[in-house]
């Protein structure tokens, strides 16, 4: 008896820790993850693509406005860009983002880097996006994309 019980304290336990978004404000001057001046010249979103022609990397600081979060974990974004929204990880998932920064300006440091998605992550991501089922299933060709693997992340 006494081991069954413990075995439901430590599954409710469990349970309750389950990795959630912070829920903390993404007010101008927020901060996540590791401490950075914003540079005086940033990259901006939309000129991604020309700051790593002929590069496979590039540590960059870049500007842009969050267009969709991770909602189960905090643990990616996207910022918006004409050329399709670009990816935003947490380094070694060390930090995490509130829902709220969705809809704002931030700047990322990070190193940007090309890659090609799988499907099953595409599908992960809007899965953890909170996309419909029927959307999910709309995904069956890899992305080649430009991702951001985010050191620190301020909100303008």
């Not at 912070?22 to 005086?40: I, L, M, Q, R, Y």
């Not at 929204?85 to 700047?107: R, T, Y």
């Amino acid at each position: 008896m006494k081991k069954l019980l413990l075995i439901l304290l430590a599954a409710f336990v469990g349970a309750s820790l389950q990795a959630q978004p912070p829920d903390v404000p993404a007010e101008k001057g927020s901060k996540f993850g590791e401490e950075f001046t914003v540079a005086t010249t940033t990259v901006d979103a939309n000129a991604l693509t020309e700051t790593l022609a002929g590069k496979d990397s590039a540590l960059v600081q870049v500007r842009g406005v969050v267009n969709a979060v991770c909602t189960k974990e905090g643990c990616w974004m996207k910022l918006a860009a004409k050329d399709g929204s670009k990816m935003v990880k947490m380094k070694d998932h060390a930090f995490l983002v509130p829902v709220a920064i969705n809809g704002k300006e931030v700047v990322v440091n990070a190193v940007a880097f090309k890659k090609t998605t799988s499907v099953k992550e595409l599908r992960h991501y809007a899965e953890d996006a909170g996309k419909t089922k029927a959307e999910i299933e709309k995904i069956t060709e890899p992305k080649h994309e430009i991702v951001l693997q985010a050191k620190g992340i301020e909100v303008l």
